[in-house]
Nanobody, 126 residues
Framework: QVQLVESGGGLVQAGDSLRLSCAASGRTNGREAMGWFRQAPGKGRQVVAGVTWSGGTDYADSVKGRFTISRDLGKNTVHLQMNSLKPEDTAAYYC????????????????????WGQGTQVTVSS
């Protein structure tokens, strides 16, 4: 099993920035692709961004140019830098990991993510 713990959520104003972090532990091989998802009240879970073991990334269209995903292999952590936040970014944000690295083209494939964190709330006020 792989355990994922998110941190960094909070309440910010529109236009502000926020950085989320996710620490992975447990039976990780260090090569799992990882991603961030979000779920707003009354809506389904939506993929936000993903990063491969080698640093390849992909993003949902709604966050391209505003969010940046990165990973620190040595610390087994993944970050999501969120800039120019909008009220519609308000959601619970979840870190997730695939079982392996299936390449950049599969980073936004929700069904490939096996391990999930408990989530951290991001609220953006207008």
């Amino acid at each position: 099993q792989v355990q994922l713990v998110e941190s960094g959520g909070g309440l910010v104003q529109a236009g502000d920035s926020l950085r989320l972090s996710c620490a992975a532990s447990g039976r990780t091989n260090g090569r799992e692709a990882m991603g961030w998802f979000r779920q707003a009240p009354g809506k389904g879970r939506q993929v936000v961004a993903g990063v491969t073991w080698s640093g390849g990334t992909d993003y949902a269209d709604s966050v391209k140019g505003r969010f940046t995903i990165s990973r620190d292999l040595g610390k087994n952590t993944v970050h999501l830098q969120m800039n120019s936040l909008k009220p519609e970014d308000t959601a619970a944000y979840y870190c997730a990991a695939q079982r392996d690295d299936y390449g950049s083209s599969r980073l936004l494939s929700t069904n490939l993510y096996t391990y999930w964190g408990q989530g951290t709330q991001v609220t953006v006020s207008s």
